[in-house]
């Protein structure tokens, strides 16, 4: 199982120090088999030194290695860090940034260029998930206009927009329905994010086809998180 905490903006690399530390101590006193990934705000990577068992990626980067960017960074401020894995496609940056399908695709080749691990964002708005579906799966399959999906470092994230930071997770019925969908097309692994929580997570990763979850607020406090991680860990599939 993959677990990834997408910190967003919170966190500052103060707290992110103090959170690595006790996730840390929690992985060193646990037997956890999953894979835990944290994506924290850019000014808490330096913290990624202290870190044994929990990797780190990037919220975002402009596909270039480095030059004229403003307010951007590139490739070699990641590479830096030994940052090797990236989030793409998320909602937020989909709808607050308007990045555009060919901005994504663009964002997408670079990282397959520069091997890097890359966790893809797809997800539908509330109007096409009432719409059924067929809808929905339209609107899903869209957004993998100029991806490879048989890249073989690509994990794909299920994120149904109204499902995200609103504390309404798709019911368990609705997210297995898009998993088995996607599978059957795609053979990444899925994982499943939108107001993932401790009460929801077990019902959501024992679905045959989820892989993992990406989780966003229930993420931020790390007891919390530690308490997800352990729940995941206690299904075996
Ligand atoms: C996210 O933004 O990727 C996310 C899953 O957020 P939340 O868990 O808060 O819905």
Redesign the pocket.
């Known amino acids: 199982m993959k677990i990834v905490a ?1 910190f ?1 903006a919170n966190h500052t690399f103060k707290s992110t120090g103090e959170y690595l530390e006790k996730i840390e101590f929690f992985l060193r006193t646990h037997k956890i088999d999953s894979q835990i990934a944290v994506f924290p705000p850019f000014t808490a990577f330096p913290c990624k030194q202290n870190s044994l068992n929990v990797k780190f990626g990037a919220q975002n980067f402009y596909p270039v290695k480095s030059g004229s960017i403003t307010g951007e960074i590139g490739f070699e401020q990641l590479n830096e860090f030994g940052i090797d894995s990236v989030l793409i496609g ?3 940056r989909r709808m607050l940034l308007k990045e555009s399908q060919d901005i994504i695709a663009n964002k997408f080749n670079f990282a397959k260029d520069n091997n890097f691990e890359i966790i893809y ?1 797809i997800g539908e708005p509330l109007e096409i998930r009432e719409d059924g579906i067929n809808s929905i799966l339209e609107y899903l399959f869209s957004q993998f206009y100029g991806i490879d999906t048989n890249y073989e470092k690509l994990v794909v ?1 299920y ?1 149904p927009i109204w ?5 309404k ?1 798709a019911v368990t019925k609705e997210i297995d329905e898009v998993l088995n969908a996607l599978k059957e097309k795609i053979k990444t692994p899925l994982l499943y ?5 401790i009460n929801n997570v077990s019902s959501i990763v024992g679905l045959k086809n989820c892989d993992g979850v ?6 931020l406090d790390v007891d919390n998180f530690c308490k997800i991680i352990e729940k995941i860990d206690n299904i075996k599939k």
Do not use: D, Q
Not at 163 to 167: L, M, P, Q, S, V
Not at 193 to 197: D, K, Q
């Open positions: 997408n967003k998320h909602s937020e964002c994230a994120e499902a995200i930071g609103t504390g997770s994010g939108g107001s993932v929580n990406l989780v966003g607020s229930a993420s």
